[in-house]
Protein backbone atom coordinates (compact mmCIF):
# COMPACT_ATOMS: atom_id res chain seq x y z
CA UNK A 1 0.00 0.00 0.00
CA UNK A 2 1.49 3.44 -0.36
CA UNK A 3 2.06 5.91 1.99
CA UNK A 4 0.04 8.81 1.59
CA UNK A 5 1.97 12.66 1.86
CA UNK A 6 -0.05 14.40 5.03
CA UNK A 7 -0.75 17.89 4.85
CA UNK A 8 -0.45 18.04 8.38
CA UNK A 9 3.01 16.17 9.02
CA UNK A 10 4.00 18.05 6.25
CA UNK A 11 4.06 21.52 8.28
CA UNK A 12 5.18 20.35 11.27
CA UNK A 13 8.18 18.67 9.10
CA UNK A 14 8.70 22.32 7.38
CA UNK A 15 9.23 23.45 11.14
CA UNK A 16 11.38 21.13 12.30
CA UNK A 17 13.47 21.38 9.35
CA UNK A 18 14.37 24.91 10.55
CA UNK A 19 16.65 22.88 13.42
CA UNK A 20 18.69 20.89 11.04
CA UNK A 21 20.94 24.14 10.86
CA UNK A 22 22.39 23.65 14.35
CA UNK A 23 23.11 19.99 13.78
CA UNK A 24 25.91 18.18 11.71
CA UNK A 25 26.44 15.09 9.89
CA UNK A 26 28.20 12.47 11.50
CA UNK A 27 31.62 12.06 9.66
CA UNK A 28 33.79 9.53 11.96
CA UNK A 29 32.13 6.91 9.01
CA UNK A 30 33.31 8.44 6.27
CA UNK A 31 30.54 7.26 3.64
CA UNK A 32 27.73 9.42 6.25
CA UNK A 33 29.47 12.40 5.37
CA UNK A 34 27.38 12.35 2.18
CA UNK A 35 24.46 12.75 3.76
CA UNK A 36 22.37 15.87 3.10
CA UNK A 37 22.10 18.00 6.55
CA UNK A 38 18.85 19.33 5.79
CA UNK A 39 16.69 16.48 4.56
CA UNK A 40 13.87 15.81 7.16
CA UNK A 41 11.27 13.22 6.04
CA UNK A 42 8.96 10.67 8.55
CA UNK A 43 6.40 8.20 7.65
CA UNK A 44 3.77 7.25 10.20
CA UNK A 45 2.18 3.39 9.93
CA UNK A 46 -0.88 2.50 11.56
CA UNK A 47 -2.25 -1.21 12.53
CA UNK A 48 -5.02 -0.68 10.09
CA UNK A 49 -2.18 -0.67 7.20
CA UNK A 50 -2.55 3.04 6.52
CA UNK A 51 0.20 5.27 6.05
CA UNK A 52 0.87 8.56 6.39
CA UNK A 53 4.45 10.61 5.60
CA UNK A 54 6.10 14.02 4.73
CA UNK A 55 9.05 14.60 3.05
CA UNK A 56 11.27 12.70 0.61
CA UNK A 57 10.09 8.86 2.32
CA UNK A 58 12.27 7.50 -0.42
CA UNK A 59 15.65 8.02 0.68
CA UNK A 60 17.11 4.92 2.02
CA UNK A 61 18.91 5.32 5.16
CA UNK A 62 21.36 2.64 7.25
CA UNK A 63 20.21 1.98 10.38
CA UNK A 64 23.18 2.12 12.53
CA UNK A 65 22.25 1.56 15.85
CA UNK A 66 18.52 1.32 15.39
CA UNK A 67 19.90 -2.09 14.15
CA UNK A 68 21.09 -2.61 18.00
CA UNK A 69 17.40 -3.17 19.17
CA UNK A 70 16.70 -5.89 16.20
CA UNK A 71 19.48 -7.87 17.33
CA UNK A 72 18.99 -8.00 20.60
CA UNK A 73 15.51 -9.61 19.87
CA UNK A 74 17.44 -12.02 17.41
CA UNK A 75 19.65 -12.88 20.42
CA UNK A 76 16.76 -13.22 22.97
CA UNK A 77 15.34 -15.35 20.51
CA UNK A 78 18.24 -17.08 19.69
CA UNK A 79 19.42 -17.59 23.58
CA UNK A 80 16.89 -16.70 26.04
CA UNK A 81 16.55 -13.81 28.61
CA UNK A 82 18.76 -16.00 31.04
CA UNK A 83 22.06 -16.32 29.03
CA UNK A 84 21.93 -12.68 27.31
CA UNK A 85 21.56 -11.19 30.26
CA UNK A 86 24.20 -13.33 31.68
CA UNK A 87 26.93 -11.25 29.44
CA UNK A 88 24.87 -7.50 29.46
CA UNK A 89 23.11 -6.01 31.86
CA UNK A 90 19.98 -3.84 31.72
CA UNK A 91 21.16 -0.28 32.87
CA UNK A 92 21.49 3.07 31.01
CA UNK A 93 25.48 4.07 31.41
CA UNK A 94 24.66 8.15 31.16
CA UNK A 95 27.58 8.22 28.99
CA UNK A 96 27.96 8.57 24.87
CA UNK A 97 26.77 4.75 22.98
CA UNK A 98 30.65 4.52 21.91
CA UNK A 99 32.16 5.03 25.80
CA UNK A 100 34.83 2.43 27.23
CA UNK A 101 35.09 4.38 30.57
CA UNK A 102 32.17 1.69 32.47
CA UNK A 103 33.35 -1.54 31.19
CA UNK A 104 36.56 -0.18 33.00
CA UNK A 105 35.56 1.14 36.11
CA UNK A 106 32.28 -0.75 36.91
CA UNK A 107 32.36 -4.33 35.43
CA UNK A 108 35.33 -5.70 32.62
CA UNK A 109 32.86 -8.70 31.90
CA UNK A 110 29.20 -7.54 31.63
CA UNK A 111 29.01 -4.04 29.65
CA UNK A 112 26.14 -2.33 31.22
CA UNK A 113 23.24 -2.41 28.57
CA UNK A 114 22.73 -3.82 24.67
CA UNK A 115 22.59 -0.41 23.11
CA UNK A 116 25.45 0.99 23.61
CA UNK A 117 28.23 -0.27 21.61
CA UNK A 118 30.35 -2.87 23.77
CA UNK A 119 26.75 -4.34 24.76
CA UNK A 120 25.46 -4.38 21.24
CA UNK A 121 28.88 -6.20 20.30
CA UNK A 122 28.72 -8.71 22.81
CA UNK A 123 24.96 -9.43 21.60
CA UNK A 124 25.83 -9.63 17.87
CA UNK A 125 28.21 -11.98 19.40
CA UNK A 126 25.33 -13.96 20.47
CA UNK A 127 23.74 -14.11 17.62
CA UNK A 128 23.74 -18.01 16.15
CA UNK A 129 24.82 -19.43 12.36
CA UNK A 130 27.08 -21.68 11.03
CA UNK A 131 29.56 -18.91 10.17
CA UNK A 132 29.13 -14.89 9.65
CA UNK A 133 27.48 -15.16 6.26
CA UNK A 134 24.94 -17.57 7.90
CA UNK A 135 24.31 -15.09 11.03
CA UNK A 136 24.53 -12.39 8.65
CA UNK A 137 21.75 -13.73 6.48
CA UNK A 138 20.00 -14.88 9.37
CA UNK A 139 19.55 -11.19 11.01
CA UNK A 140 18.68 -9.98 7.23
CA UNK A 141 15.73 -12.37 7.03
CA UNK A 142 14.72 -11.19 10.20
CA UNK A 143 14.72 -7.54 9.36
CA UNK A 144 13.13 -8.27 5.99
CA UNK A 145 10.09 -10.49 7.94
CA UNK A 146 9.60 -7.28 10.25
CA UNK A 147 9.97 -4.96 6.93
CA UNK A 148 7.82 -7.22 5.16
CA UNK A 149 10.28 -6.52 2.44
CA UNK A 150 12.01 -9.05 1.08
CA UNK A 151 14.28 -6.49 -0.88
CA UNK A 152 15.83 -4.97 2.27
CA UNK A 153 19.34 -5.38 2.56
CA UNK A 154 22.97 -3.93 3.56
CA UNK A 155 24.90 -1.17 2.19
CA UNK A 156 28.28 -2.49 0.91
CA UNK A 157 29.62 1.30 0.64
CA UNK A 158 28.93 1.81 4.16
CA UNK A 159 29.43 -1.46 5.84
CA UNK A 160 33.08 -1.38 4.00
CA UNK A 161 33.71 2.32 5.66
CA UNK A 162 32.87 1.56 9.18
CA UNK A 163 34.79 -1.76 8.71
CA UNK A 164 37.64 0.17 7.68
CA UNK A 165 37.52 3.04 10.57
CA UNK A 166 35.81 1.17 13.09
CA UNK A 167 39.23 1.11 15.75
CA UNK A 168 37.09 2.15 18.78
CA UNK A 169 34.49 -0.59 18.09
CA UNK A 170 37.47 -2.89 17.99
CA UNK A 171 38.94 -1.82 20.77
CA UNK A 172 35.84 -2.48 22.95
CA UNK A 173 35.79 -6.15 21.04
CA UNK A 174 39.49 -6.75 22.64
CA UNK A 175 39.04 -5.21 25.80
CA UNK A 176 35.69 -7.73 25.99
CA UNK A 177 37.63 -10.68 24.46
CA UNK A 178 40.12 -9.98 27.21
CA UNK A 179 37.23 -10.73 29.84
CA UNK A 180 36.25 -13.62 28.47
CA UNK A 181 32.55 -11.39 26.85
CA UNK A 182 33.32 -12.27 23.81
CA UNK A 183 35.16 -15.18 22.05
CA UNK A 184 34.96 -14.97 18.04
CA UNK A 185 37.85 -13.21 16.04
CA UNK A 186 37.29 -9.77 16.53
CA UNK A 187 37.57 -9.34 12.65
CA UNK A 188 34.88 -11.73 11.93
CA UNK A 189 32.60 -9.70 14.67
CA UNK A 190 33.70 -6.62 13.13
CA UNK A 191 32.32 -7.77 10.08
CA UNK A 192 29.17 -8.93 11.10
CA UNK A 193 28.49 -5.78 13.35
CA UNK A 194 29.49 -3.40 10.33
CA UNK A 195 27.03 -4.74 8.04
CA UNK A 196 24.04 -5.50 10.43
CA UNK A 197 24.84 -1.41 10.90
CA UNK A 198 24.84 -0.95 7.26
CA UNK A 199 21.36 -2.54 6.43
CA UNK A 200 19.68 0.09 4.57
CA UNK A 201 16.16 1.03 4.29
CA UNK A 202 13.59 3.81 3.74
CA UNK A 203 11.51 5.80 6.37
CA UNK A 204 8.38 3.60 5.75
CA UNK A 205 10.04 0.21 6.30
CA UNK A 206 11.47 2.13 9.42
CA UNK A 207 7.58 3.03 10.54
CA UNK A 208 6.74 -0.83 9.90
CA UNK A 209 9.43 -1.92 12.15
CA UNK A 210 8.21 0.49 14.83
CA UNK A 211 4.51 -1.11 14.68
CA UNK A 212 5.64 -4.43 14.89
CA UNK A 213 6.96 -3.64 18.10
CA UNK A 214 4.02 -1.23 19.03
CA UNK A 215 1.66 -3.94 19.11
CA UNK A 216 3.83 -6.33 20.98
CA UNK A 217 5.53 -8.05 18.39
CA UNK A 218 2.68 -8.78 15.73
CA UNK A 219 2.77 -7.77 12.22
CA UNK A 220 -0.77 -6.03 12.24
CA UNK A 221 -1.58 -6.22 8.55
CA UNK A 222 -0.69 -10.33 8.20
CA UNK A 223 -1.31 -10.83 12.10
CA UNK A 224 1.77 -12.42 12.26
CA UNK A 225 3.51 -12.69 15.99
CA UNK A 226 6.96 -11.96 14.01
CA UNK A 227 8.34 -11.40 17.91
CA UNK A 228 7.55 -13.15 21.24
CA UNK A 229 5.74 -10.83 23.52
CA UNK A 230 8.20 -10.82 25.99
CA UNK A 231 11.10 -10.51 23.63
CA UNK A 232 9.24 -7.03 22.07
CA UNK A 233 8.69 -6.00 25.96
CA UNK A 234 12.67 -6.18 26.53
CA UNK A 235 13.16 -4.43 23.38
CA UNK A 236 10.70 -1.58 24.42
CA UNK A 237 11.82 -0.83 27.88
CA UNK A 238 15.35 -0.44 26.51
CA UNK A 239 14.47 1.80 23.66
CA UNK A 240 13.03 3.98 26.48
CA UNK A 241 15.59 3.53 29.23
CA UNK A 242 18.48 4.18 26.56
CA UNK A 243 17.36 4.22 22.89
CA UNK A 244 18.10 7.86 22.68
CA UNK A 245 21.83 7.43 24.23
CA UNK A 246 22.39 9.71 26.99
CA UNK A 247 19.70 11.84 25.67
CA UNK A 248 17.08 8.93 26.93
CA UNK A 249 15.59 10.81 30.22
CA UNK A 250 15.07 14.06 28.22
CA UNK A 251 13.42 12.57 25.60
CA UNK A 252 11.11 10.53 27.99
CA UNK A 253 10.03 13.34 29.44
CA UNK A 254 9.48 15.46 26.06
CA UNK A 255 8.15 12.57 23.47
CA UNK A 256 7.24 9.81 26.06
CA UNK A 257 7.59 6.54 23.63
CA UNK A 258 9.82 3.54 23.32
CA UNK A 259 12.36 4.97 19.87
CA UNK A 260 16.17 4.22 18.80
CA UNK A 261 17.79 6.22 16.97
CA UNK A 262 20.84 5.96 14.77
CA UNK A 263 23.98 7.76 14.01
CA UNK A 264 22.68 8.20 10.25
CA UNK A 265 20.22 9.84 11.54
CA UNK A 266 17.40 7.40 11.60
CA UNK A 267 14.82 6.90 14.11
CA UNK A 268 12.36 4.35 14.73
CA UNK A 269 9.74 5.20 17.22
CA UNK A 270 6.77 2.73 18.53
CA UNK A 271 3.87 4.30 20.14
CA UNK A 272 1.94 0.94 21.86
CA UNK A 273 -1.26 -0.23 19.83
CA UNK A 274 -0.92 3.09 17.79
CA UNK A 275 1.36 3.94 15.56
CA UNK A 276 4.75 3.07 14.06
CA UNK A 277 7.33 5.91 13.46
CA UNK A 278 10.00 6.02 10.86
CA UNK A 279 11.90 9.11 10.62
CA UNK A 280 15.34 10.36 8.63
CA UNK A 281 17.07 13.55 9.65
CA UNK A 282 20.88 13.70 9.03
CA UNK A 283 21.52 16.58 11.33
CA UNK A 284 22.86 15.32 14.39
CA UNK A 285 23.00 16.87 17.97
CA UNK A 286 26.18 16.71 19.99
CA UNK A 287 24.76 13.44 21.46
CA UNK A 288 24.32 11.39 18.29
CA UNK A 289 20.82 12.14 17.57
CA UNK A 290 18.81 13.43 14.77
CA UNK A 291 18.10 17.42 15.45
CA UNK A 292 15.10 18.26 13.33
CA UNK A 293 13.90 14.78 14.20
CA UNK A 294 14.16 14.82 17.92
CA UNK A 295 12.19 18.49 17.36
CA UNK A 296 9.28 16.77 14.73
CA UNK A 297 8.64 13.94 17.52
CA UNK A 298 8.30 16.82 20.37
CA UNK A 299 5.90 18.41 18.25
CA UNK A 300 4.22 15.16 16.81
CA UNK A 301 3.96 14.03 20.98
CA UNK A 302 2.15 17.37 21.57
CA UNK A 303 -0.13 17.27 18.54
CA UNK A 304 -1.08 13.60 19.00
CA UNK A 305 -0.67 13.17 22.77
CA UNK A 306 1.85 10.45 22.26
CA UNK A 307 3.41 9.97 25.42
CA UNK A 308 2.80 6.74 27.37
CA UNK A 309 3.17 8.49 30.63
N1 LIG B 1 27.72 1.74 13.57
C1 LIG B 1 27.77 2.77 14.55
C2 LIG B 1 28.89 2.56 15.54
O1 LIG B 1 29.07 1.50 16.02
C3 LIG B 1 26.46 2.87 15.25
C4 LIG B 1 26.46 3.92 16.31
C5 LIG B 1 25.21 4.68 16.41
O2 LIG B 1 24.35 4.71 15.54
N2 LIG B 1 25.12 5.41 17.49
O3 LIG B 1 29.61 3.47 15.86
Given at each position: MPCKSSEELNELVLEAK????YGKVADYIPELKKAHPHDLSVAIYHPNGTCRSAGDIQQKITLQSISKVLTLALALIDCGEESVFRKVG??????????IIKLEI???????????NAGALAVTHMI???NIEDRLNRILSFVQELTNNPNVTYSQEVAKSEFETAHLNRSLCYYMKQYGVINEDVEELMDLYTKQCAIEMDCLDLARIGIVFAM?????????????VDVARICKTFMVT??????SGEFAVRVGIPAKSGVSGGIMGAVPNRFGIGIFGPALDDKGNSIAGLKLLEMMSIKYALSMF
Open positions: KYTKYEPTGDPFNSMNPTKPLNPMIKGKDGVEPITNKRIIPCGMYNA
